[in-house]
């Protein structure tokens, strides 16, 4: 059998059945932002590989710092020992968050099971037990137990496990816009906390932009608002930033937008600069010592790969990379690129919304039934897009060329004005 022979009778891709029912695309390599396939065609990245592929593939800044690591030390525990490139990184994620503790593990999922299991041994460290958590509806945190039960519960891909997952109290999820008014939401958010402040630990979001849930970008105000609720009473504020972080909405972090800080950050995806998986739970100091003082005195937590030094080495060369590049500038000129761009979708018949914030550019469609076919219709005109349901979107490298940007944003809508009507 040919590899993707193998690939077709063995193995299982994400979100699918297995064999396949669509088609899986053999890549051979990867460079900068462009994808080699073994028919020799090239396409031009419009995904960074879910979020994280920052600078573009095969940087060698990035490759140099895991071929350097790798010669030092692979991996080692992180039970009872410590190493430079974790420090280094952990020094890095304090300065660049103004926050203060550290726990560095193996992919955004877990990070916020980390969190959400952080924000227990707090309240139980203050004597509370407190063991529910308040969420957004169209939230999505990841596909592990504690993370998929505070996804949204109707329009998740989760709904299906039924009570195997444990209940959180939802919250409606403030209007889509970056200037719409939200006061409707933040009032039903009040009443929220009112009303079961005594059950939550914690309160947790995607700030700015909620992503997997329905690529929805809305007010800073609500999370302003959010941050005053979760102090008023005591709940902590989990900011789940492993899409939004790095840069991707134009500020490092996108709770910088409401001038805010969460008690706990969750970080991921461009964490590693799209190299290897690794996420980290960030906390205050407050939050650390709390729990650390207590009975409790530990939290109860520990990867294998937790702190894997390559991963922490490439992260490390991710972030000076980041820092001494115009990201700002960068990521500026690629959202007035898909502002512009975005427009002549607006007049479809079949688009429903459109847009877009950083370098974050989204088309929405009225229907859901067009995915593959918009999928399909790119791949064949040098374009990697993968819609989800209705959401056409794309997020790409900061490194990527304007005019690559622009084929990107032109082949989405060619592909929708290509859509061949069904009924
Ligand atoms: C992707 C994502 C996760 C899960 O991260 P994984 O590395 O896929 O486990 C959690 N939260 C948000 C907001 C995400 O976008």
């Not at 994620?93 to 203060?100: I, K, N, Q, R």
């Not at 996420?279 to 937790?306: D, Q, Y």
């Not at 500026?332 to 370098?359: H, M, P, Q, T, W």
């Amino acid at each position: 059998m040919t590899w993707l022979e193998l690939d077709k009778e063995y193995v299982w891709h994400p979100y699918n059945s297995l064999p396949s029912k669509t088609k899986i695309l053999p890549v051979i390599s990867t460079n900068k932002t462009s994808i080699f396939l073994e028919t020799g065609e090239v396409l031009i990245d419009a995904m960074s590989s879910w979020w994280s592929a920052i600078h573009g593939y095969n940087h060698p800044k990035l490759n140099d710092a895991l071929k350097k690591q790798v010669e030092i030390m692979p991996h080692i525990m992180f039970g009872g020992l410590a190493h430079e490139q974790a420090s280094l990184l952990s020094k890095k994620l304090v300065d660049l968050t103004g926050l203060h503790s550290i726990f560095l593990c193996d992919s955004g999922s877990v990070s916020v099971e980390v969190a959400l299991k952080t924000a227990i041994l707090y309240q139980k460290a203050k004597g509370l037990k407190k063991y529910k958590f308040l969420a957004l509806e169209h939230s999505y945190h990841g596909d592990t137990l504690g993370a998929m039960s505070v996804c949204d519960p109707q329009n998740s891909m989760h709904s299906i496990y039924g009570s195997y997952m444990s209940e959180h109290i939802f919250t409606k999820a403030p209007k889509l816009g970056f200037f719409s008014n939200c006061e409707e939401e933040i009032k039903v958010l009040e009443d929220n906390f009112e009303k079961y402040h005594k059950e939550i630990a914690g309160f947790i979001v995607e700030p700015i932009v909620q992503g997997a849930g329905g690529m929805r970008i809305y007010n800073p105000q609500y999370l302003k608002k959010a941050r005053e609720l979760c102090t008023k009473y005591d709940v902590l504020l989990i900011a789940d930033e492993i899409a939004t972080g790095f840069g991707h909405t134009g500020l490092m972090f996108a709770y910088e937008h409401a001038d805010i800080k969460p008690d706990i950050l969750t970080i991921g995806k461009g964490l590693t600069g799209g190299y290897m998986t690794m996420a980290a739970m960030i906390t205050t100091r407050n939050v650390s010592e709390i729990i650390s003082n207590s009975e409790i005195g530990v939290l109860m937590h520990g990867p294998t790969f937790m702190a894997n030094p390559l991963a922490c080495s490439v992260a490390n060369a991710s972030i000076d990379l980041l820092l001494e590049s115009n990201w700002q500038e960068n990521v500026k000129n690629i959202e007035s690129i898909f502002s512009a761009e975005l427009k002549a979708a607006k007049e479809l018949k079949l688009v429903k919304d459109v847009r877009n914030i950083g370098a974050i550019g989204i088309i929405e469609l009225k229907d859901d039934s067009y995915a593959q076919e918009v999928q399909d219709y790119c791949v064949k005109n040098g374009v990697w897009i993968r819609p989800f349901g209705k959401l056409i979107y794309s997020i790409v490298a900061y490194t990527i060329k304007e005019e690559d940007l622009r084929i990107i944003v032109k082949t989405m809508i060619n592909a929708i004005k290509n859509i061949k009507e069904k009924k």
